[in-house]
């Protein structure tokens, strides 16, 4: 942490994608908002220091921008850097490199204000708030963000982002997430769609992404004829996890497997709203239902009867195939754990298997078939 | 599967163990609990907060369609239908039924014939082993109540 030069870590990833060896790509961005922060309060501390000066001085964000140098294991610590600085680099930049440790400090006490829902640092400028807000929103239901600088623990986590989003009064704010529908509407000079979603509601999108007018445009039709497709990207979303609009886009992808006898019941599980179980229920989350579709399209393919398909209560899916005697499912939990299991009824003997590889699980499926 | 349990919990007062028979424990099952009329395993787990405890009521006390009315009607609940298991097919599991409508512990409003099967001793994995059997033994039943046609 201390020598920079060496990189720094500033917190440390764990639960769910992060209990896996390596960095996710798809989480890349959380370091970007990290930086992004980061770098906001410098500037608002450079310019609370200096309110003589009304520019930045040359080359400030420059010096500023972090490169992701390695990563160490335990869950997942992410080492970043200020890439080619000398050692005596801050006394060579007009000082403001001491931001760069003040600022550092600054979010760390900031999110330990946070955690503890205590007052926020009086010093930390005001503008920035958005940053934290922002901060987080690629978390992920059991993971977390542990802050390494500060003697206390810092935890912060999906619970403890709602809590300071309420605090703060924000009515709707930013996730990356995932929004099924139908593209009924594109505009193409504004960069602009509508998606009518599985209950009929439409939903309003921008893109910033000039190339995926060609990915919508492949979509587009009406809401009785167009393809469903999952949007990904930036949503705003309300308290209740509803989606108002979608901020921007990142992918575009058909979702919808006509061919297949299945593919209507998947996507029944897909438009279930939180709450499907007598008020309780999460929706399914759309990781779930990719893996079980991977996991049907391949026993398809060998021939396997077709199972019964369910949610599960925490936004899973369940795959079973009750055949006599053998009984065989295939639990696939939000964060991706899956769990193989098959029961002989008769005798009681079980087998059990964890495994990401749809094949492995195709294989145990058909185990329960040809004994 | 059918080996003794020795630490079950002491029943409470008004709470009496039923006797391996073959009467019927009917058992409501949500929409998305069936598909193309099989029944999950979980529709035979414990609901979250119920504590290692399935909900039923005894063939005795209450028929398949007065469950599937209360648990509809009374407590406003969703059912795709009443499915069952006998008490001697639980017994054979390893785990045992008690009739509680007339204790303390009574859920409130209580459906008449309220039965618990319960599965309090065991960990996770046996509890999946006992709902998947139970779940085998309600679709080689078939649905109770609306008939299946």
Redesign the interface.
Known sequence: MADESDGFAPFRLRGGRYEQVGFPLEALPELARYERLLLDVARGLWRNNNPERQRLPRGFVGRLQLRLVRVEEGSVIPVLARPGLPADAETMLDGFGGVFEQAKNLVDATFEAIVYDEELPPELPGEVVAEFIRFGSGLRKNEQVEFLGRARTVVYDRSVRKRFLKRTATEQFSVEGIELGRVTVVDADAQEFGLTDLRGRLVRGKYTNSSLTVDFRRVLDSRNLASVVRVEGVLAVNERDETLEVEDVRSVEVFELPEFPWSSRLLELAALSAGWLDGNGKGVAFVALDFARDVLREVTDRGISVPGIFPMPDGGVQLEWQNDPIVTSVEVTPDLDVFLYRLDVNSGNEDNLTSTDVNVAADFIAGGFHG | ?DDAVSNWPQLQHGEIKLESSPELLWRQV?P??V??G?????AFRPN?GDGNLISTCREEKQDARGAFEFYTTVLG??SAGTWAVSVEQVVAVGARAFDDSESETAPQPCPPGHTSIDVRPFGP?RV??IS??L??HA??RGRQYPESS
């Not at chain 2, 099989?38 to 979980?42: D, E, I, K, L, M």
């Open positions: 599967m949500n998305q609990f598909n193309n099989q029944v999950t395993s979980q979250s609940r969703d994995g999946k082993a998947t059997v779940s085998r679709n080689v």
